[in-house]
C-alpha cells in the first residue's frame, strides 16, 4: 500500500532555518513532491526529486533518500509569507499522473 | 502561464441538489484530476480521468461521478449532495506520466451543503 507521514503542525521563528520532514511508503517509486498551500488557495509546486541528494532552489531546498523512504523540506532565512501549508506527494507508480499527499505540515512563522 | 480554472469559487447548496462543479485548464493536458480536501485529512483523489470520455475512481468515489467530454474541461457532479460532502474541491491538471511532470492547480471550490 501506499502511506505518507509528515508532522501535522511546526512553528518557527523568522529569519531561523526549519526542516519539515515526509517519510513514504510506495510499491514502486517515480519521485517525490513538494507543495506549498497558503490558506485559501490552491497547492503550489515547490520541488521534484528523484534521485538521492539534496536539491537546492534559492531559500528552499529538498533531499530524498529512497533507501530510507525519506525526504525533507529545508526552508532558510524564513519570512512570514513562509508560514504555510506544506504537502509532500508522490505518484502513484504505474497509474499515470495520481499523486498521494500526506495530510500537509501547518508551518507558522512567529516575528 | 499555466491556467487550471474552476467555475465557482465559494457555493451554498442544500441536502438532495445536484452540484456541477466545473474545471477548465488551457494546457492541453491528457491527465485531469478531483480532490477534496479536509482538514486533518489532506488531500483525497475522488475520480481522475486520462483522455476524453475516459475516467477512473479514485479513492473516494463513493457520491460523486464525473464528466469529460472534451479535452479542457473535466466536471464534479454530486448527484445528491449530503453534509458530509461538504469540502473544499480541487481540480488539478497534469501532462501525460513522466519523471518531474507535476500536477497544476485550481484555486479550488469551497462547497457548503445545508
Known amino acids: 500500500g501506499q502511506n505518507i507521514d509528515q508532522p501535522t503542525e511546526m512553528t518557527a521563528t523568522e529569519g531561523a532555518i526549519v526542516q519539515i520532514n515526509c517519510t513514504y511508503q510506495?510499491?514502486?517509486?517515480?519521485?517525490l513532491f513538494w507543495y506549498q498551500q497558503h490558506a485559501g488557495e490552491a497547492p503550489t509546486f515547490l520541488s521534484y526529486n528523484v534521485l538521492d541528494g539534496l536539491e537546492e532552489k534559492g531559500r528552499f531546498s529538498s533531499f530524498l533518500s529512497r533507501s530510507k523512504g525519506y525526504s525533507y523540506l529545508l526552508l532558510k532565512e524564513l519570512q512570514m509569507k513562509d508560514s504555510a501549508s506544506y504537502l509532500c506527494a508522490v505518484p502513484i507508480y504505474n497509474q499515470g499522473g495520481k499523486l498521494i499527499f500526506g495530510q500537509g505540515t501547518e508551518l507558522s512563522v512567529k516575528p | 502561464d499555466v491556467k487550471v480554472t474552476q467555475s465557482s469559487r465559494y457555493l451554498v447548496k442544500r441536502t438532495g441538489e445536484k452540484v456541477f462543479l466545473e474545471c477548465v485548464q488551457d494546457?492541453?493536458?491528457?491527465?485531469m484530476f478531483w480532490y477534496r480536501q479536509d482538514p486533518g485529512l489532506g488531500l483525497r483523489l475522488i475520480y481522475f480521468s486520462y483522455d476524453v470520455k475516459m475516467k477512473e475512481k479514485g479513492d473516494i468515489p463513493e457520491g460523486y461521478s464525473v464528466s469529460r467530454e472534451k479535452k479542457e474541461r473535466f466536471s464534479l457532479i454530486l448527484e445528491s449532495a449530503s453534509t458530509n460532502q461538504t469540502s473544499m474541491y480541487l481540480c488539478a491538471s497534469s501532462p501525460p506520466t513522466g519523471p518531474g511532470n507535476t500536477i497544476y492547480f485550481g484555486e479550488g471550490s469551497w462547497l457548503t451543503v445545508v
Open positions: 510506495t510499491s514502486g517509486f517515480n519521485g
Open positions: 494546457m492541453d493536458h491528457e491527465n
